[in-house]
């Protein structure tokens, strides 16, 4: 009896879990499609002032896929909508498609005040802001006659056609003027690249036994800027991008250019790669007004770029975000290359001991980002933890740290020296080599072993550790040192600064 009682209780449940539609979707049933008598092909082919818009339909070869059971939303331009349209398509057959598939997208969109706004996608890949409760379509008002229903959607018959907009990358690609230095320059990174997981295997060389493939089927487009760093192709993004008049850009160049110094043996252009850093800080995530901005833009690389909107020499909007024209940029050394902060308690460090204890990452309050980490009882000769720092300027930077000992020179285990002493010195990375010999020792930057001598973080400071001048632009990783056979090691964190003169 208990188990029958269960069951009905559980098919109760699940009757009650079934009826219980999504909200919207029951407020969409008024709309039935069920009762409706034709298509949306045959809704816009019965109605006289959407034949301009059905020609085009045809043109684009596009009957098939409105017709289709798929669930479609069409905001139909009329005649005269059309026939304010300034688009030629006569020798453009792919525009004609892209235009007509922009006026529509998958799903049940009608103009209802309970209809939430959103970037739909359209049938074209495209993304637009509708508002339908307040019959707005990118940003603008629209007015018709709205919610006929088909058998499979809803046509609104509007005043305007959807704007067809570039993307950021089509915008420089196509439109923008190729004579502006920013530009050509970008468009100068485009070529093919190979990629063999894309191309087909036609055979084995006999003498390696590794794969051969088809090139061609291999080879594709391919933009180092746009694959390797922003896609300004996406059009589920949406970018802020700033366009430098050739003036400025160039003076951005003529600022960044000594800094970029790149080493005698390595093969790039030092001038291209100052260009390429240079556009690296010229695109932000996100599309952002002038007044939201409030002064300064920040990058995709996180460099804050002071932002004027007296600059603002033209503003193109984009289907994936918004493009200004700038008359000036004023991006600082300072801004451009800002200091690093490398925490002790970095877990990507790399730790080396003898066979003791790998070191402590200690919950400190009061410590830099709430944490230090101590290398103790290690039994090493001596104890070392290299991190890596990133990419520095060809300049001179100097270098502090934050390194408190309330512990009294042993956090765990007895130590050869009751104070703590340690230095700072630069290494190179040789990532094919056995992890002991991987990291040599290029220069030291603490002159000698320097004391901890701060024993309480209530009253730390951060102390002066020494200075490098970098001859070129370089990868920089740093290796904190003890004093000898098992002596201790302490870090909060470095504070690396460079310095412009």
């Known amino acids: 009896m208990r188990n029958k009682t269960k069951i009905l209780f559980l ?5 009650i879990v079934f009826s219980c539609n999504d909200p919207w979707q029951n407020h969409l049933d008024e709309y039935n499609m069920n009762q409706a008598s034709s298509n949306l092909l045959g809704i816009i082919q019965d109605t006289p002032d959407l034949s301009q818009f059905y020609q085009l339909i045809k043109d684009a070869g596009l009957e098939d896929k409105i017709a289709s059971s798929q669930t479609t939303t069409i905001w139909a331009p009329s ?54 409760a307040n019959k707005m379509i990118d940003g603008k008002d629209i007015t018709g006659d709205f919610n006929h229903v088909g058998t499979n959607g809803i046509v609104h018959i509007v005043d305007q056609a959807i704007d067809l907009k570039p993307n950021i990358w089509e915008y420089l690609e196509k439109d923008a003027d190729q004579n502006m230095s920013e530009v050509s320059y970008l468009n100068s990174l485009t070529g093919t690249k190979f990629i063999d997981s894309l191309a087909t295997q036609i055979g084995f060389d006999p003498v390696t036994s590794k794969p051969i493939y088809d ?8 933009n180092k800027f746009v694959n ?73 690389d996180g460099i804050q ?32 290359f800002p200091p690093i902060i490398i925490e002790g308690e970095d877990t990507t460090k790399v730790v080396f001991t003898g066979d003791g204890y790998t070191g402590y990452t200690r919950n400190k309050p009061l410590a830099h980002g709430g944490y230090d980490f101590v290398l103790d009882n290690h039994k090493a000769s001596p104890g070392r933890i290299v991190y890596h720092a990133g990419m520095v300027a060809a300049t001179k930077y100097n270098f502090y740290w934050q390194a408190v000992d309330d512990f009294g020179g042993s956090y765990y285990g ?76 302490t870090l909060d964190y470095l504070k690396i600064v460079p310095v412009f003169e």
């Not at 598939?101 to 706004?117: K, L, S, V």
């Not at 020499?313 to 600082?332: A, F, H, M, P, R």
């Not at 990375?429 to 220069?443: D, G, M, N, S």
């Open 11 to 15: 098919l109760s449940l699940l009757l």
């Open 79 to 132: 005649n005269s909508a059309l026939s304010n349209l300034n688009i030629d398509f006569s020798n453009q057959p792919d525009k004609l498609v892209e235009f007509v598939e922009n006026q529509m997208a998958r799903g049940m969109y009608p103009a209802d005040p309970e209809q939430t706004p959103l970037r739909l996608k359209m049938m074209n890949g495209k993304r637009v802001m509708v508002d339908m």
């Open 215 to 222: 090139t061609l089927s291999g080879t594709v487009w391919y």
């Open 228 to 300: 390797e760093h922003t896609d300004l192709r996406n059009e589920d993004s949406l970018f802020t991008f700033l366009l430098l008049d050739n003036s400025v850009f160039q003076q951005q160049f003529d600022r960044f250019r000594p800094y970029y110094k790149l080493s005698d043996n390595d093969p790039r252009d030092p001038d291209e790669f100052t260009k390429y850093q240079v556009c690296l800080d010229l695109v932000a995530s996100g599309k952002w007004t002038p007044e939201e901005l409030g002064g300064v833009i920040t990058s995709v």
């Open 305 to 336: 770029l002071p932002f004027s909107r007296s600059a603002i020499e033209q503003t193109i909007e984009v289907s994936n975000g918004v493009i200004y024209k700038l008359s000036t940029c004023d991006l600082s050394l300072e801004n451009k």
């Open 414 to 489: 007895a130590a050869p020296d009751s104070l703590i002493r340690q230095k700072l010195e630069k290494v190179i990375y040789l990532p094919k080599q056995p992890l002991e010999t991987r990291f040599p020792v290029h220069r030291t930057i603490s002159d000698s072993l320097l004391y901890v001598v701060d024993q309480s973080y209530q009253t730390a400071e951060l102390r002066y550790a020494g200075s490098f001048t970098f001859s070129s632009y370089d990868d920089l990783w740093l290796q904190l040192v003890g004093s000898g056979n098992n002596t201790t090691l």
